[in-house]
Every structure is written in C-alpha cells, then in structure tokens.
C-alpha cells in the first residue's frame, strides 16, 4: 500500500505564520486601477469609501484631486479632510498630503489619491507611494488610485503605442503588494463620449487630449494592458491560494527566469520586459551584472547605476558576477540557481574591436546553456543612429594627458635608438621599441598602448629599416618582421594591459576582503558598545573616508539622540527626527535617497538579525557605486550584528542579574523567616508562661534566660542583616585606631563567654606583640563570627585555639577548632552570602562568613578556610597594619 505523506512542512507552516502575521500589523492596500485618466476611479474610490463609512468605519482624505468636477467633489465634501501641507519651489507654493498629520490622527482608512505623484522637494518622501507605504506601515488602510501606464514595467511600452514618455512611475512590487484591486473599465467609446462631453477636461483641453494621448487605438491598447494585468494577478493569487491551502491540482513547473544585462540603455527594456515575462508565467526572476576588464566611463557607470536601480524597484534581485568570460558566468550562475529561461538583449553593436573577436556571444550562449531556454530580446535603435550603433571606434577612458606622455616617450626612445643605429643595428632598434610597448602597458589604458604599438611601428619602418626615410622596405624578411613587430607590440600592449587592469580588479576585491576580514577580527574580542562603536567609525574612516554619526537605542529598547562616538557631525532637531524615522521603518533616508533628501547626510539603518540597533549618519561627497554600495552594506552588517551580540550580552547579563537577584531574595526570605520565627516562638511562648501563670523563682530564671537567649539570637540576625547592607551598599569605612589585641581578645570571650563553656580554650598572643591599627569595631565583628561559627561546629569538649602575631606589616589571626571541618568541594564557596553546607545543621542564615570576608576586604586584607591535617577548620585572616615601634621593641 502506497503512503502518501501530506503532512504539512514545519518550516514552511512556520513561514507562513510568520508572514501572515507580519501582514496582520500593516494595513491593507486596495488600488482602483485603471487605464487612463477619465475612467472614473477617483470617483468609485469615493463611492466605495462611502458605503464603508455607513457600516461605521473611520474614514478620512488624505489626498484627493476632483479636477472641478461637480460629483466627485460632491462626493469628498462627505468626508474628513485633513489640510494639506504647503511647500515653497521656487516662485510659488505646492501643496502636498500631509503625512505626519494623517499618522497623528490615525484613521481605519485613508483616500489618497494619484498614487504615481512626484511630492515636491522638502517633503519627506520624493514619491507619493513612499507616504503610502509609511502609512501602511503604522496599521492604517489605503485606498488610492493608479493608470496602467505609471507602472514601471510598462512605462517604455505605453511609451510605445502612445509616443508619450511617462515621466511618474510606481515600481511594479507595490502594486504586487496590494491586497485587492478593483479595475474601472470603460470602453473606448465611452471613454471619448466623456471627453467630448467634458467630463474629464475642459472643451479646449479635451480637443487637443483627444488629437494625441486618446486615439481609440490607443486607449484599446491600454484598456487591453490593464485588463490582461489584473488576468495575470488574479490567476497568481488563485495559483497562490491553492498551494497555500495544500490543494492538488495542474501546478506549473518551478519557472526560474535570468535576465542578463549590462551599462546600456537598451537594458532597461530588457528588464522591463523581462519583468512582463515573468509576472505572465508566474515565474521567479534575478538579474545578473558581469563586470569584466571593460573600464566604465563615468556615463556608463551612472547608465549601470539607473539599470541597477530599476531592476529592484521592478523587484528583481540582483547579482554582480566578476567574469572576463560573459557566457561562461551566464551559464554558471544559471546552473548554480537552477535557472530555467535566460533573457538576454540582441547585440547590436559593432566596432572595431568586436571585429577581432571569436564566436558570437548569442551563439556561444545557445551552445553551452545546455537544457536551459534562452530568449532574445531586440532593441529598436532611430534609423539615424543605426550607423553609428553598427560601426563605431570603442570607447575608451584615457585622457589627452596620457596619449601627449605616450607620444614623447616613443618619440624619445626612437631618438636615443636613431643615434645608435649604427652599432646596434635595425633589427635591435625592434627589440628595444617592443619593450618600450609592453613596459608602458603596464602604467596606461588601451588606447594609448594601440597609439604606442602604431606609432613605433610607424617610426622603425620609416628611419631604421633600409631604405630610411620612406615606408617603402625592399627585403621581404623586413617585410615580415615589420608585420610581426607591429602584431606582437599590438597584441603584447594589450593583453599586457588587460592584465594590469584585472589586476586592479583583483587586488580592490581583496583589499575589501582583507578590511572585512580585520574588521569581523577586531569586531570578535571586542567588548563593550563603546569598543565596538570606536572600532566601526576607524574602519569608516579608514576604508572609506568618511566621517560618522552612530546613534543606537537605550535600555529601554527606545531610540536614543545621543551621538555614540566623538565626530564632526552635528545634526539639528530635523535631522535627529530624520535619523529616528531611519531607525523606526529599518530604511536608509537622507542625501543621495528618495526619503528626504534635503539634508546634508545620509542615515542608514543598523539592523541586526531579529532587532532595531540604531543608525549611523555618514556626510558624503558623491554617491556610493554598485561595488562600494555592497562593500558599505556588508561593513554595515557585520557592525550591526556586533551592536546586537552586544545588546543582547547586556540583555542575558540583566536577566542573569535579575534570576540571582530573585534567588537571593526567595533564599533570604527562606532563611529569615526560618530564623526570625524561632527566637520570636521562644519569647512569645516564655512571656505567655510568666504572664498567665505564677512559677518558682527557679522556673522564672529559666523563662528569662530563655527569653535573653532569644533576644540575643534574634539582635545578632539583626546585625548580620545591617552589616550585610553595609557591605552591599559601600558604605563600610573603616576608621583604623591604636589597638591592643589582648583588649581584641578579651572582647570576644566575654561577648561568647555561654557559648564557650563546653570547649577548652586556648588564646595564643606573643610577648612582644605590638599595637596595631584597626577598626576596633568591624575586626571585633570578624572575631565574632568566626569563633561563634567554630562553636556551632566543632564537638564539645574539643579545643578551640585563637592565635595572634605580626609579620611583615602584617596582622595575622587564626581561629582553629577540631570539627568535622569542610568537603574539599565547598572550600571556595564557604563566604558566599547564604551559603550553608550540605551537612549543616538547621539554624542560621549564611551571612556570618560573608561578613567576616567583606570586613576584611575593607581594611585590604584576606581570609580563607581550609582544613587541618589532623582534622578541624582553620580561619586565616590577614590585615595590613601599622605598629607602635615602642611596643614593637617590647621584650
């Protein structure tokens, strides 16, 4: 019998709640989508906001435009409106949502309309979808209006059908996140009835929009493109659905797509459309960057930068792979991500360097992606840019500078070799240029190594090889050599220089490696926030020169202004708001970003695996690269894990503290209750007796020796609780002052004179014994405790010896008995506070040999416990003193 197993995964039911509830803190994104303006989607938001305010939900506006027209504005007077918020740009006023306003007033539902909008600069967001999201994320539903053509990926191609370019867009992940979306569809007819009625714009606008952006056909294309997005979107969440509800059915194959693109502008159709592609087939999607020895210019690293960033607002992740071999690093990462259908733009670049080179990258692609589907893309290219896009020179990075240095140096050379010719002959003169070529291919680019391997070649045919002076070479060995010379300098100067820059490739890659290896080095011993917040701003400072502003939460797990390190930084009151923003929603803000970008800095989060650490505010001069972006976020990580190892060392440090702390109450509690309630029975019980009835004398002596025995054990409980809080709140100080020690000894018998009846004592105090200085009072205590605890432990009728002598400035006092003395395991732990012995008899608290240890450390000296060779105990305390030198030479 066949057992099927269908059981859910724990880790994958595990996921699903912990996304469900993520999703249940945010608030729900409803978009009524349409395909132009016109169709009526402000107004159905209005409507349905309204049918919901009747069922009582609290609904406001946050932002709605009615274009003056007389039912939708009917509509909004129905509704809260919070006052928007002006901004000066330029000359004028513009006035925004105001988002700080509608997060204060917090509303189950809020309208905002025109989800694509550009905010005006000073607002906190450069886009109106970035509000949206803040919104969203502090638990308060949206309803907001969106026309197929601001959607990212279909940006180009409404582009296309229409002629217009849409400047206002909305990445592709936002409307993917919403959770309903309600199509307002009109057809094409109805659609132009309303504009020639002026139900959308004005007679005179409506004439002109109609001539242009209206045309049937186009709005039949993008009625079609907005119906077919919400098929697709539909048909993803009933796919969804049933694999989320374990429900058997046709599934499509696992679709893994790979879009493969480079520093072209050609690239950002690509992605779009690869993004279509994806989004059509349910399919998941990466994107993959090869940088090669190829040496950007500055426009097309800004190219690469902009192809980068729309991959992730498309919602693509993105790779950077570092390859000389683009197919082969194609195929490779394919394989290794399971990849299903690569995506690739046709190549329709020629050059001259593209001449030279072997196999063509599409087929060489097809050949060696295996069982792996490869789409190609082709790019339209303006009929008055094809010739320049099929033949043109490469490009190149070298300035003027370095092709003026490469000419005088060849020209210099040739002269030192002309005025040698004749020793050295011709054909040396080769050798010499050709070295001169590859030396120089080591400091210079490629082209000026190409002017270097012509311009040598040039010269050695016209002044050195017979006949001078002309180009013309008679001896087909010249001939041949002139023709070798000029290959092997080409190719020698170029592939020397390939070297060389991936070389640099190399080493930057592992000066990177090496910095985060010293960091994670120095991150791992250290210790303490302080340490590790002076060790992340050096390595800021030194790999990146940049100067740092790192601000981390308190123990109250709340975001703190404090700046954590000494820095040049000072940031206002608007920017420490910016800063605390930066830290509640986990995402960088400031200069170089779209979320508040007036500000001279740029805050990043520090986020650690499960917790919100604090921000760090860097002042840039330029915008980071792809490769320092990655090196900065990956510096950021590991800092930011450290902060968190940290927090949470303090965290189990607290928690620690706080279980001792509950342990020594439950333990002291425990033991004061036992010890309080036993002298408290006896003098209740003994003053009950006197009281009630009339004994002997003899009785009665006995009843007040008992109730005095009481008072005493309970007085010393007292006193061992006040010293024990001295001790614990450092207000111990001892005042040293002359002492004799007999007067120390004669103290503690007479204080224990009952208790050491049953024992033969024995008081050891040299002759010559000098006076020494202590604090009569907290010693006394000492002596006090350890012979009473000597009492309570050795057996009746045993010794008990107390010795006293000084050496060496020292003051030394043993206490010795011949009791059962203590298991080698407890000897370290004989002074903890509350420590009883395993084999201890009932009765007492535990603090009397804590005491005797704090008062001890107080005048700097030591005792310790160990057992004695025959059996017993012996105490050693030891103390620094001063003596009288009048006693000290005493016989």
Known sequence: MEYNDDRPNPDELLASLIHEEEKSKR?????????CAGVG??????????????????????????????ETAMLADNFETIPRKSYAYKTTQVEEMDLDAILERKPQIV??????????PGSRHAKRYHDVQEILENGINVYTTLNVQHLESRSETVAQITGIIVRETVPDEIFEIADEVEVIDLTPDELLQRLAEGKVYKPERSKEAIENFFRKGNITALREMALRIVADRVDRQLHDYLQHKRIKGPWKSGLHLLVAFDYRQQSTRLLRWAKNLSYSMGANIQAVYIETLHKLTP???EQLDKNIKLAKQLGIKVRIITNNDVVKAIVNFAQQENITHIIVGKPRIRNLVSMFMLGNFVNRLIRFSGDIDVYILGADSHSKDRFKKKVSIPSYTSNIRQYLIITLLVILTSGLCYLVKDIIGYQVVSFGLLFLVSILALFFGTGPILLAASLSAVIWDYFFIPPQFTFHINNPVDVLMFIMFFII????????????RQEKKIRIREERTDALYQLIKELTVATGIEEVSRIAVRYIQKYFNLDCAILLKNDLNQFDNHILNETKINLSINELSIAAWVYKHSSKAGKYTDTLPSTDYTFYPLTGNNDKIGVVAVNHSQIFTQGEEQFWDAFLSHISGKFEREF???????????????????????????ELRIPVATIMGASDTLMTQDYPDETKSKLYAEINTASIRLNRLIENLLNMSRLESGRISPR??????????NSITESLKQELLPFKLSMVIPANMPLVTIDFGLIEQVLYNLVLNATQHAPAGSRLRIKFFYDNGFLTIQIMDRGDGFPPAELSSVFNKFYRGKEAQAGGTGLGLSIVKGFVEAHHGTVNAANRQNGGAIFTVKIPVKISNSTQSAP
């Open 41 to 70: 989607k402000t107004y159905t938001m209005l409507q349905t906001a309204h049918a919901e305010k009747l069922k009582g939900s609290d609904i406001i506006i946050g932002y709605v435009e009615t274009h003056n027209r007389k």
């Open 489 to 500: 300098a080409l190719l020698n100067g170029i592939l020397t220089s390939r070297v060389r």
């Open 299 to 301: 426009k097309e690293r």
């Open 111 to 120: 309208l905002v309309d025109e989800l694509a909008h550009t905010n005006a």
């Open 736 to 745: 040293p002052d002359w002492c004799d020690v007999h007067d120390l000894a």
């Open 648 to 674: 949470l060392r303090h965290t189990a440090k607290t928690a620690y503290l706080l279980n001792e702390s509950d342990k020594l109450h439950k333990t002291l509690f425990n033991s004061i209750s036992h």
């Open 27 to 35: 608030g729900k994104l409803k978009i009524f989508f349409g395909m």
